[in-house]
């Protein structure tokens, strides 16, 4: 016959030691900072061995020897019934009393009279109810449980280009997006359906950013080949060159509500240019190696850079220069992403993915356990940031907690090797619905929310933190 038994999975005493950790810590939260009750009774004995400790030698006089503090007396005398009368509503006994039968008092009689050569300052305490009162209750520390998102699935596959695809755009009216690959080519696809509308030729070398603007039917491109251009797609050709920059270029933005543009590159250095004159506007220098990322928004700072040289810097765009520089990590910031609502940011980094509150670069909080070269960031209203890796790996975080609620990992196309699995780029949607990323298999692959997933189907599996955050 056999065994309907079914045999328990063991649990590992890492496991056990952290759920005793974890009901520990549960348990006596609400009580952490609550004051202790005075003890009265404690606190009355602990006055009378204090007094008969130090002062037990000057509590009586010998007998036949007269107080020679007669107006000392008489004023502490007055003043002590004053004080008797303000408090007369107390419970606190005198010092100099005689202990009660808890304690004997074996050296002093009571018979003796009280000695008058020593004045005890009997100042009263304050009744129990007032020194909690005056006791600043701090609110028990409450970690935030993470918001609920629903899991994300890959929706489809766009192959076409011939080369790493390594930069995307999503144009305003979120019909079609655009994206560069390292064949040179610009392609525009349409966002529904997923079919290419338009290739673009022009550059002579890898195509590392694109922008749609949204204020002028152009498109912005940067490459490898030192070159800024820009595209007119009523005529679908290019129309400006921006000339200036010393090596490749890696990346570039457009200024929300300003007609100017801002690019990045290998030669170190951000450079601010008019759209419509070509000028350069602005030559921002201060990073010591290359300018990976940059992001530009109408709110100060204007211009955010990271760079390799492991640095952060927000630039005052009227003056030209940095006016502040986060030094926190450690390795190279090659990707920043903007929340879209709130006044904060991310970069990302091979230590760590950091948060940061704007305008002047307060950090909030790491993002850890992405342990690879993370190349490319992105955040959507609905506070889900998304982190890409050189491995092929996806991570989805809770941007208020930082809790990470998913983890994917990206599949070769067919005929790819398995070193092709990086992810370069990515960007969602204007409607956040859609994650549009860029990779090294030559395909772009778009991830849409399972719409079957509910709170039930799919919970929170989150523990809190109970270990001491990091400074930075």
């Given at each position: 016959?056999?065994?309907?038994?079914t045999?328990?999975?063991?649990?590992?005493v890492?496991?056990?030691?952290f759920r005793?950790?974890k009901?520990?810590?549960?348990?006596?939260?609400?009580?952490?900072?609550?004051?202790?009750l005075p003890?009265?009774?404690?606190?009355?004995i602990?006055?009378k061995?204090k007094?008969?400790?130090?002062y037990g030698?000057?509590?009586?006089?010998?007998k036949?020897?007269?107080?020679?503090?007669?107006?000392?007396?008489?004023t502490?005398?007055?003043t002590t019934?004053?004080?008797?009368?303000?408090?007369s509503?107390?419970?606190?006994?005198?010092?100099?009393?005689?202990?009660?039968?808890?304690?004997?008092?074996?050296?002093?009689?009571?018979?003796?009279?009280?000695s008058?050569?020593?004045?005890?300052?009997?100042?009263?305490?304050?009744?129990?109810?007032?020194?909690?009162?005056?006791?600043?209750k701090?609110?028990?520390?409450?970690?935030?449980?993470?918001?609920?998102h629903?899991?994300?699935?890959?929706?489809?596959?766009?192959?076409?280009?011939?080369?790493?695809?390594?930069?995307?755009?999503?144009?305003?009216?979120?019909?079609?997006?655009?994206?560069?690959?390292?064949d040179?080519?610009?392609?525009?696809?349409?966002?529904a359906?997923?079919?290419l509308?338009?290739?673009?030729?022009?550059?002579?070398s890898?195509?590392?950013?694109?922008?749609?603007?949204?204020?002028?039917?152009?498109?912005?491109s940067?490459?490898?080949?030192?070159q800024?251009k820009?595209?007119?797609?009523?005529?679908?050709?290019?129309?400006r060159?921006?000339?200036?920059?010393?090596?490749?270029?890696?990346?570039?933005?457009?200024h929300p509500?300003?007609?100017?543009?801002?690019?990045?590159?290998?030669?170190?250095?951000?450079?601010?240019?008019?759209?419509?004159?070509?000028?350069?506007?602005?030559?921002?220098?201060?990073?010591t190696?290359?300018?990976?990322?940059?992001?530009?928004?109408?709110?100060?700072?204007?211009?955010?850079?990271g760079?390799?040289?492991?640095?952060i810097?927000?630039?005052?765009l009227?003056?030209?220069?940095?006016?502040?520089?986060?030094t926190?990590h450690?390795?190279?910031?090659?990707?920043?992403?903007?929340h879209?609502?709130?006044?904060?940011?991310?970069?990302a980094?091979?230590?760590?993915?950091k948060?940061?509150?704007?305008?002047?670069?307060?950090?909030?909080?790491?993002?850890?356990?992405?342990?690879?070269i993370?190349?490319?960031?992105?955040?959507?209203?609905?506070?889900?940031?998304?982190?890409?890796?050189?491995?092929?790996?996806?991570?989805?975080?809770?941007?208020?907690t930082?809790?990470?609620?998913?983890?994917?990992?990206t599949?070769?196309?067919?005929?790819?090797?398995?070193?092709?699995?990086?992810?370069?780029?990515m960007?969602?949607?204007?409607?956040?619905?859609?994650?549009?990323?860029c990779e090294?298999?030559?395909?772009?692959?778009i991830?849409?929310?399972?719409?079957?997933?509910?709170?039930?189907?799919?919970?929170?599996?989150?523990?809190?933190?109970?270990?001491?955050?990091?400074?930075?």
């Amino acid at each position: 016959m056999a065994d309907t038994t079914t045999a328990e999975k063991p649990i590992s005493v890492h496991s056990l030691v952290f759920r005793s950790l974890k009901r520990t810590h549960d348990l006596f939260l609400a009580n952490q900072n609550t004051p202790i009750l005075p003890d009265e009774a404690a606190d009355s004995i602990s006055r009378k061995l204090k007094a008969k400790d130090q002062y037990g030698t000057v509590l009586t006089l010998p007998k036949g020897m007269k107080p020679h503090v007669k107006s000392v007396v008489g004023t502490n005398e007055i003043t002590t019934e004053n004080n008797n009368d303000d408090t007369s509503h107390t419970t606190d006994e005198p010092v100099n009393e005689p202990l009660t039968t808890t304690m004997t008092n074996t050296d002093v009689s009571s018979t003796t009279p009280m000695s008058t050569a020593l004045v005890l300052a009997n100042k009263p305490q304050q009744p129990s109810n007032q020194l909690q009162a005056l006791v600043s209750k701090k609110p028990a520390s409450v970690m935030p449980k993470p918001q609920w998102h629903a899991p994300w699935k890959l929706m489809r596959v766009i192959s076409g280009h011939l080369g790493w695809v390594r930069c995307v755009d999503v144009e305003p009216a979120n019909e079609w997006f655009v994206t560069g690959a390292a064949d040179r080519v610009i392609k525009i696809w349409d966002l529904a359906s997923g079919t290419l509308k338009l290739s673009l030729t022009g550059h002579v070398s890898t195509v590392r950013g694109v922008a749609v603007s949204t204020r002028q039917p152009y498109l912005f491109s940067c490459g490898e080949d030192k070159q800024v251009k820009c595209w007119d797609l009523e005529c679908n050709k290019v129309i400006r060159h921006y000339h200036g920059h010393l090596s490749a270029i890696y990346a570039l933005s457009l200024h929300p509500t300003l007609d100017i543009l801002v690019s990045c590159g290998r030669d170190s250095v951000a450079r601010v240019w008019d759209m419509r004159t070509k000028a350069q506007i602005h030559c921002l220098t201060g990073h010591t190696n290359t300018v990976a990322d940059v992001k530009t928004q109408a709110a100060d700072p204007e211009v955010v850079t990271g760079s390799h040289d492991s640095t952060i810097r927000f630039w005052d765009l009227a003056a030209g220069r940095t006016y502040c520089t986060l030094t926190h990590h450690k390795k190279s910031v090659r990707s920043l992403a903007v929340h879209p609502k709130w006044y904060t940011m991310a970069s990302a980094s091979p230590d760590n993915i950091k948060e940061w509150k704007f305008p002047k670069g307060e950090f909030i909080q790491n993002l850890s356990g992405h342990n690879a070269i993370v190349n490319s960031l992105a955040a959507n209203a609905d506070n889900v940031l998304v982190s890409g890796a050189d491995n092929g790996s996806l991570y989805f975080w809770d941007w208020k907690t930082g809790y990470n609620f998913q983890r994917l990992q990206t599949i070769p196309q067919p005929g790819s090797i398995d070193p092709e699995m990086g992810i370069y780029a990515m960007t969602f949607d204007h409607s956040g619905s859609r994650l549009i990323t860029c990779e090294a298999d030559k395909t772009i692959k778009i991830y849409k929310e399972d719409e079957t997933a509910t709170e039930q189907t799919h919970p929170v599996d989150w523990a809190p933190n109970i270990f001491k955050r990091k400074r930075y």
